[in-house]
């Protein structure tokens, strides 16, 4: 069955830094998302993106967020400078319309 | 605002028994999608129901939707250990845009 992938399952970085999170959505779907969900707290949606572009985002998602779909199949999210308040699990989503949102597995980020 | 709020936080049962949980909602929806999650795991989906729709049934999962009352429900009927998990409503605007509720802490004990 098709699912969404996630890389790395697990990412330290220290404050400051760059970091890259990959997905590769299911291959026929079209619309992406990210989310993510700090420690013990309610998943937050981030960013949708629909046709290379981005559909609609959220007051979290502010200057220091990017996201990309270089090629066919990836679809990223970079924070340009991290803060310890980024540390969370971010998960990305696709679909192929309004039907079920599927989430891969999870990034788990921790910024030292 | 808060979208997605579910009640109750907290529900600790054992074996064999039926666990409830609800979902409320302030704005209107396509559809409503109920999830589970292990501790600091990824998001299972379980079930989608529509604007449309007032009920669905999977296995053992049965969810309602009054869209007068902007509120879900997810029973899961006979419960088992396997089924200890955080369990999330999510309700999905015309862009598909997921807003989720901070969850429902289930426990099931054998």
């Known amino acids: 069955e098709p699912e969404v992938t996630q890389t790395p399952s697990h990412q330290v970085t220290q404050m400051g830094q760059e970091v890259i999170l990959r997905c590769v959505p299911i291959s026929n779907h079209l619309y992406f998302y990210w989310y993510r969900q700090i420690l013990g707290q309610k998943v937050e949606f981030l960013v949708s993106f629909y046709n290379n572009e981005i559909s609609e985002k959220s007051e979290i998602f502010d200057d220091q967020f990017s996201v990309e779909r270089p090629d066919g199949s990836n679809f990223t999210l970079k924070i340009r400078s991290t803060k310890l308040e980024d540390s969370a699990m971010y998960f990305c989503?696709?679909?192929?319309?309004?039907?079920?949102?599927?989430f891969g597995p999870g990034t788990r980020l921790t910024v030292l | 605002s808060q979208q997605g709020e579910e009640d109750p936080q907290a529900l600790s049962i054992q074996e064999g028994e039926n666990a409830t949980m609800n979902c409320s909602y302030k704005?209107?929806?396509?559809?409503l999608q109920w999830y589970r999650q292990n501790s600091g795991r990824g998001l299972v989906h379980l079930i989608l129901i529509r604007s449309n729709e007032r009920e669905k049934h999977s296995g053992r999962l049965r969810v309602t939707l009054d869209t007068s009352k902007k509120s879900s429900s997810l029973l899961i009927t006979a419960s088992r250990a396997a089924d200890t998990a955080s369990y999330f409503c999510?309700?999905?605007?015309?862009?598909?845009?997921?807003?989720f509720g901070a969850g429902t802490q289930v426990v099931v004990t054998p």
């Open positions: 989503a696709s679909r192929t319309g309004l039907n079920e949102q599927f």
């Open positions: 704005t209107s929806i396509n559809n």
């Open positions: 999510a309700t999905d605007d015309s862009w598909g845009k997921f807003q």
